[in-house]
């Protein structure tokens, strides 16, 4: 049986896009049943709506009008609208609106066409990571550069493990990029150590949450920070705080999850800690990623912890990938994201100059005669 065939009454107009593979029956069964309760009967907003639900299976948040027929093996004729005259089209039906407030289903910003929530997502993420960015943080400056000494002995101001830990004792959000061996773990392990010494020189204790996307990524981290602690110059009060920081556990796991889309933790019942690591960051929806932001109070510090040039999530969303991107380009920055990033680049498995860390570097700059 074809998917063509577990479709009730696809419209004519969707059959092409089907027998290609473009289409699935969920995506046709979603346009269809808009269009119908909006009172639509056009083919191309039949096709805009599944293509906007398709969107989220294929890994992106929305439509891109002008990105054309997505590639296919069959040969099929598919006729891509005319953009100009199809964002229009939708703009002006009862199906979409230009409005962040609105109720519709589907909502037009710019040459792109979203499923609403996957645009209230994002913006939800934009508007919490911005916040967080701007949120002061109170310093022990004297602590600091006593814990910084002690924890990057010869490294010098602008080492980037050494940037990353001040950077996360300085503000409620910090991010940390790299390829694998570039010692991700090994700095977040020092960005506890000297935020459980601003503490301690405080008098409080620090509530601290080990996550990723899967467990056996939680794992790997929780594991990581607990053996770094073994060459930490730090106190014995900070060292016992961050060797009694509770099990690494999946994001799902840390939320509390209630049904496939709903979590016990949210606005209303924040998440009972006081820094939040998030290793594994790429693999991480922006559903999930908007549901996580929404329930770590705002006094919370936010470390993400991930490679952006590794697989994205197979969800909607490039999370990591795209606040990495936006924190070097400081046109973008929000004024200071760009100092919330920071990205280790030397490789502690391997070097540069070896096979395989000359084959990484070629992929990674997508050199493809050095490949």
């Given at each position: 049986?074809?998917?063509?065939?577990?479709?009730?009454?696809?419209?004519?107009?969707?059959?092409?896009?089907?027998?290609?593979?473009?289409?699935?029956?969920?995506?046709?069964h979603v346009?269809?049943?808009?269009?119908?309760?909006?009172?639509?009967?056009?083919?191309?907003?039949?096709?805009?709506?599944?293509?906007?639900?398709?969107?989220?299976r294929a890994g992106h948040t929305c439509l891109d009008v002008d990105l054309g027929v997505p590639p296919t093996?069959?040969?099929?004729d598919l006729s891509w609208p005319e953009p100009e005259a199809w964002l229009a089209a939708i703009a002006a039906s009862p199906l979409a609106s230009a409005d962040d407030g609105g109720v519709t289903p589907l909502l037009v910003e710019g040459r792109r066409v979203y499923l609403r929530r996957y645009r209230d997502h994002e913006q939800a993420v934009a508007t919490d990571l911005t916040a967080r960015c701007v949120a002061a943080a109170n310093v022990d400056e004297e602590l600091l550069a006593d814990c910084l000494t002690r924890l990057f002995p010869d490294a010098p101001d602008d080492d980037p493990q050494r940037r990353a830990a001040e950077a996360a004792v300085r503000g409620r959000l910090t991010v940390v990029a790299g390829g694998p061996g570039t010692g991700k773990t090994w700095t977040v392990a020092r960005i506890l150590a000297?935020?459980?010494?601003?503490?301690h020189g405080a008098g409080s204790q620090l509530r601290i949450a080990l996550a990723a996307p899967t467990g056996k990524a939680a794992a790997r981290?929780?594991?990581?920070?607990?053996?770094?602690?073994?060459?930490?110059?730090?106190?014995?009060?900070?060292?016992?705080?961050?060797?009694?920081?509770?099990?690494?556990?999946?994001?799902?796991?840390?939320?509390?999850?209630?049904?496939?889309?709903?979590?016990?933790?949210?606005?209303?019942r924040p998440l009972p800690y006081d820094v939040v690591v998030v290793d594994e960051m790429s693999m991480a929806s922006v559903s999930l990623a908007a549901r996580l932001l929404d329930a770590i109070p705002p006094h919370a510090r936010v470390v993400l912890v991930g490679d952006p040039d590794q697989l994205a999530s197979v969800e909607a969303g490039t999370v990591l990938g795209d606040v990495?991107?936006?924190?070097?380009?400081?046109?973008?920055a929000g004024g200071g994201l760009a100092e919330r990033v920071v990205t280790l680049t030397q490789t502690h498995r391997f070097g540069s100059d070896t096979g395989i860390g000359a084959l990484a570097g070629a992929i990674r700059s997508g050199d493809a005669e050095a490949v």
């Open positions: 049986m074809s998917a063509l065939d577990i479709v009730l009454s696809c419209p004519e107009a969707l059959a092409p896009w089907i027998e290609a593979s473009v289409l699935d029956p969920s995506d046709v346009a269809v049943t808009l269009c119908r309760l909006a009172g639509v009967d056009d083919p191309d907003l039949l096709l805009a709506t599944a293509m906007a639900a398709r969107a989220p093996d069959d040969d099929v000297a935020l459980a010494a601003q503490a981290l929780d594991d990581g920070v607990r053996s770094a602690l073994a060459s930490m110059d730090v106190d014995d009060d900070v060292r016992a705080r961050v060797a009694d920081v509770e099990r690494g556990r999946t994001l799902h796991a840390l939320l509390g999850r209630r049904s496939a889309s709903r979590f016990w933790h949210d606005r209303d990495v991107g936006s924190g070097r380009d400081t046109r973008s």
